[in-house]
C-alpha cells in the first residue's frame, strides 16, 4: 500500500518561513493535500491539489509538489499557525494520511 | 454555512455495534461525496470509509472492511457509518467530512468529531 512520511516535528522562530514535506513514491503523479490540526479541533484543509489555497487560507501558506516530495510552506509564520499538519493523497480507492507534522512557533 | 452535526459516539463493549450519524445542512447534499476519518487518541489521522454523492459508490480502509458500512439518505441530508464487531483498536474521534466533489477530491468541510470508547 502507498505510504506517506513527515518528520514528527518542525519548529521556527516567529515571522520566518516554515516548511513541511511530505514524502512519497512519484508523489508528483498525484494530488496532495494538506490539512492543519488545532488540538482538540477537527481538521482544516489549507492546500488542496498540490498548490491550491481554499477560500480563507492565508496568502502565507503555498503548496509545491514534484518527484518523492510535497512541501507545504508558510511565510511569516504566526503563533496561530501552530498545530499537526497532515499531507493526504488518494491511491488505489483509498485515501492515504501522512503521519502528520507538529508545527512549533519560536 | 456549511454545517455537519455529528451524532451517535458512545461506549461500546469489544464485539459491538454503533452507529454514527452526519446531518448535513447548508449545501446541496446530494451532490457531494462524503467520509469518515478517525484519530485515536494521541494519533494521526486515519480515513474510514467514503461515499459517493449518489451513494452507489463506497469505499472502506482495510482495517474496517467487512465490519464497517458506510450509508447515506439524501432525502434526510445524512450519512451513516454502521460499525460492528467493533475492536478496543477502532477506539478514536470519528470525523465526518465532506468532499469538494467526488471521493477522490479533498475534503474541505468537517463535523465537529464524535467519540467512540471500545472497551470492556
Known amino acids: 500500500s502507498y505510504e506517506l512520511t513527515q518528520a514528527l516535528s518542525v519548529s521556527v522562530a516567529l515571522g520566518q518561513t516554515a516548511r513541511i514535506t511530505c514524502v512519497g513514491n512519484?508523489?508528483?503523479?498525484?494530488?496532495v493535500h494538506w490539512y492543519q490540526q488545532k488540538p482538540g479541533q477537527a481538521p482544516v484543509l489549507v492546500i488542496y491539489?498540490?498548490?491550491n489555497r481554499p477560500s480563507g487560507i492565508p496568502e502565507r501558506f503555498s503548496g509545491s509538489n514534484s518527484g518523492n516530495a510535497a512541501t507545504l510552506t508558510i511565510t511569516r509564520a504566526q503563533v496561530g499557525d501552530e498545530g499537526d499538519y497532515y499531507c493526504?493523497?488518494?491511491?488505489?480507492?483509498?485515501?492515504?494520511f501522512g503521519g502528520g507534522t507538529k508545527l512549533t512557533v519560536l | 454555512e456549511v454545517r455537519l452535526l455529528q451524532s451517535g459516539g458512545d461506549l461500546v463493549q469489544p464485539g459491538g455495534s454503533l452507529r454514527l450519524s452526519c446531518a448535513a445542512s447548508?449545501?446541496?447534499?446530494?451532490?457531494?461525496?462524503m467520509s469518515w476519518v478517525r484519530q485515536s487518541p494521541g494519533k494521526g489521522l486515519e480515513w474510514v470509509s467514503g461515499?459517493?454523492?449518489?451513494?452507489?459508490?463506497?469505499f472502506y480502509a482495510d482495517s474496517v472492511k467487512g465490519r464497517f458500512t458506510i450509508s447515506r439518505d439524501n432525502s434526510k441530508n445524512t450519512v451513516y457509518l454502521q460499525m460492528k464487531s467493533l475492536r478496543p483498536e477502532d477506539t478514536a474521534v470519528y470525523f465526518c467530512?465532506?468532499?469538494?466533489?467526488?471521493?477522490?477530491?479533498?475534503?474541505?468541510?468537517w463535523g465537529q468529531g464524535t467519540l467512540v470508547t471500545v472497551s470492556s
Open positions: 467530512a465532506r468532499h469538494r466533489t467526488t471521493v477522490s477530491t479533498s475534503k474541505d468541510h
Open positions: 447548508g449545501f446541496t447534499f446530494h451532490s457531494y461525496a
Open positions: 461515499i459517493s454523492p449518489r451513494g452507489d459508490s463506497t
Open positions: 512519484n508523489i508528483g503523479n498525484k494530488n
Open positions: 491539489r498540490d498548490t
Open positions: 493526504q493523497v488518494w491511491g488505489s480507492s483509498s485515501w492515504v
